[in-house]
């Protein structure tokens, strides 16, 4: 599985981003639990948002009310939306992706096999 995270960029604080994340030789993109995670300069990475095949999502506490997660089976690809971007949300965006993952494990970033490259986010104040 090969991810490909896309649409970051240079916010201004309150404004919104919309990141894809779009799998690559895949078979039953359907099947895989899709995460986000992110990381700032000199700090761990940490989750952001999940959503798993029964399209059940799941959010950290600090964008849960501003950031929205779907899927696009047909299109292999997963969206996060970011509304409402503070400067704390300026970190590198990373998709990550797994068949084989249980609910209480989504939240650890050990846990997914399959990760994209990084976009991006910048929000000024």
């Known amino acids: 599985v090969q991810l490909q995270a896309s649409g970051g960029g240079l916010v201004q604080a309150g404004g919104s981003l919309r990141l894809s994340c779009t799998a690559s030789?895949?078979?039953?993109?359907?099947?895989?639990?899709v995460s986000w995670f992110r990381q700032a300069p000199g700090q761990e990475r940490e989750f952001v948002s999940a959503?798993?095949?029964?399209?059940?999502?799941f959010y950290s506490d600090s964008v849960k009310g501003r950031f929205t997660i779907s899927r696009d089976n047909a299109k292999s690809t997963v969206y996060l939306q970011m509304n409402s971007l503070k400067p704390e949300d300026t970190a590198v965006y990373y998709c990550?992706?797994?068949?084989?993952?249980?609910?209480?494990?989504?939240?650890?970033?050990?846990?997914?096999?399959?990760w994209g490259q990084g976009t991006q986010v910048t929000v000024s104040s």
């Open positions: 030789v895949v078979t039953s993109f359907s099947r895989y639990v």
């Open positions: 959503i798993n095949r029964g399209r059940s999502s």
């Open positions: 990550a992706a797994d068949q084989q993952i249980i609910m209480s494990s989504y939240y650890t970033s050990s846990s997914y096999d399959y």
